[in-house]
Each structure stands twice: as C-alpha cells, then as structure tokens.
C-alpha cells in the first residue's frame, strides 16, 4: 500500500511540475526581449503586464497547493513517508518531523519561565502547543 502511495505522489508531484513549468516559460516569453533578455515589468505594455502577473499569480498557487497538500511534508519536503495532519497551521507533517515538534514542544512546556517573554518566544510557544 505504501508503495502506490508513493507512486501516486510521485506522479501528482511529476504533473505539478509539468504545469509549473508551462506557466513558467510562458512568464519567461513575456519577460524577455526579442534577443531573449531580460526585461523589466516597468517596461512592458499595460496588457503584458497584466499577464504577467496574472501568470505569476497562477505560479504561486500552484506552488501553494503542493506546499499544503498531503504530497508533501511542510518541515522536511519529504513525500515517501506516513503523514500527520497540524490542524492549528492546516499543513501535513511527516511523522518523524511531527514526533520531533511535538517533542520539542513537550521540553518547551516543561521548562517554564519566569522573566517576561520576548516576542518570538511567545510565537515559538504558541506554535509548540498546536502538537500538544
């Protein structure tokens, strides 16, 4: 089963890539002068422009999707492996990467301090208790 798991990733991972790099040439053309260099957006025609970044739009969806799909492990980008869904960050992690957080985050909430919290201490805390 693991294995059709994996191979089912593998070819869902092989399409993703396929059409970002459709979507990619195509931002490619526009961005390119007739001797193929580069060129700046400031440049472009009004309706280039808006295609251009139409495409990046579509380029950064895409990506978006397989960063939050099942695919993928958000900590280590390992797909090859059982996964565990973070349901407070909405983002699947490996089980080795979800065990090492939620061991982290068991040490964090063991050691408790006394002086106040900076900032980051306090959002390093608050993503730690999501594994509790």
């Known amino acids: 089963m693991q294995r059709i798991r994996n191979n089912l990733r593998d070819v ?27 060129r700046s957006v400031r440049s472009m025609a009004p309706n280039e422009k808006a295609r251009f970044r139409s495409l990046q739009n579509e380029e950064n969806e895409l990506s978006s999707s397989l960063d939050n799909s099942i695919l993928i492990c958000v900590a280590c980008g390992k797909g090859n492996r059982d996964m565990v869904y973070n349901k407070a960050y909405g983002a699947w992690y490996c089980t080795e990467c979800y065990g090492m957080e939620r061991l982290s985050a068991q040490d964090r909430a ?19 208790k999501t594994f509790l």
């Not at 092989?14 to 001797?35: C, F, G, L, P, T």
């Not at 050691?111 to 993503?127: L, P, Y």
């Open 12 to 38: 869902i991972i092989q399409a993703y890539h396929m059409q970002w790099k459709e979507i990619h040439n195509k931002v490619r053309e526009i961005s390119r002068d007739i001797n193929g260099k580069p």
């Open 110 to 128: 063991k050691v408790k301090r006394q002086r106040t919290k900076s900032h980051e201490e306090e959002a390093i805390e608050s993503h730690s």
